[in-house]
């Protein structure tokens, strides 16, 4: 395969210490300023989220994300306020300080600038972007690729080390606008736009990308390739026998359903299930 941009070292083995890794989503509990805040503590929501850190890392999991998700509807980055991302970068300080765990951060919606301020705060290693390059209609509207702005403030902070986690074909969205592009031309230019690995993903938060989709964004990059939803003990084996790593969190919750804590018995099963995927080279 040809080369699309400059040799970088490989991102999952740099960060986790391994050749396949499982993250988990710490789904943060709304903030201060969301829709659906209703006076819960900052000292709570902390606790919240260290206690599904807890079980995920219990559970065998080898990193974790933390995600503003409790804050739906999701805004625009520009609308974004700086609250957001205090809160997350105390809470990432929080994990980091008590498990060690590799790190990343996402910022809904698209905020890449935010969460590269947080990750950097809160020693976070990477961040996940869902629209890297191009644009797309998502729920919240037009969203524009962040690439061109995010890496020069990266490197206005001198946070070159913060690894950028891309999705292509993001879920939630509408990719009309780019239909006369192949998914593999889409994936091309988020490795073109230097991320350091590619996000695979289904329709929704829960619906995993299909087999065909994931074989062919590994056809498009030398990137490491994570699917980023609807993974499940069912089909885990699979996907990882093609990518170089999970994004999981539902099917890690109680009764499967996103707005509740991870249940660590569901995260063992999971990773028991995963394990003999994880050992192949």
């Not at 819960?40 to 989220?49: C, E, F, P, V």
């Not at 986690?165 to 009309?176: I, T």
């Not at 736009?193 to 995993?208: H, K, L, M, N, P």
């Amino acid at each position: 395969m040809a080369s699309i941009s400059a040799e970088k070292s490989n991102a999952i083995q740099d960060i986790f210490s391994r050749k396949k890794a499982v993250i988990g989503v710490i789904h943060c509990d709304a903030f201060p300023g969301s829709p659906k805040y209703r006076g819960k503590s900052i000292s709570d929501i902390i606790d919240r989220a260290l206690r599904d850190a807890d079980n995920y890392l219990s559970g065998g999991v080898h990193g974790l994300i933390v995600e503003n998700h409790g804050d739906i509807p999701f805004a625009k980055p520009e609308d974004i306020g700086p609250e957001t991302a205090a809160f997350m970068a105390v809470i990432t300080e929080k994990i980091r300080e008590r498990f060690g765990a590799p790190l990343g951060i996402n910022v809904l919606a698209n905020a890449a600038i935010p969460a590269i301020a947080t990750a950097l705060a809160g020693g976070a290693d990477f961040v996940r972007v869902n629209q890297w390059a191009n644009a797309y209609i998502a729920n919240e509207g037009f969203i524009e690729g962040a690439a061109a702005k995010a890496l020069r403030y990266r490197n206005q902070l001198r946070a070159d080390h913060i690894r950028v986690f891309a999705d292509s074909h993001v879920k939630h969205g509408s990719h009309a606008i780019v239909a006369d592009r192949s998914i593999q031309e889409l994936t091309r230019d988020v490795d073109f736009f230097e991320a350091d690995a590619v996000i695979a993903t289904g329709q929704r938060t829960g619906d995993s990308a299909t087999l065909s989709e994931i074989d062919e964004i590994r056809a498009a990059t030398e990137l490491p390739l994570l699917v980023g939803s609807g993974v499940t003990p069912a089909n885990v084996c699979q996907i990882l026998g093609r990518t170089q790593g999970v994004i999981v969190a539902s099917t890690m919750k109680v009764d499967g359903v996103w707005w509740n804590e991870v249940e660590l018995a569901r995260v063992k099963h999971f990773m028991s299930v995963a394990q003999a995927a994880l050992e192949e080279v």
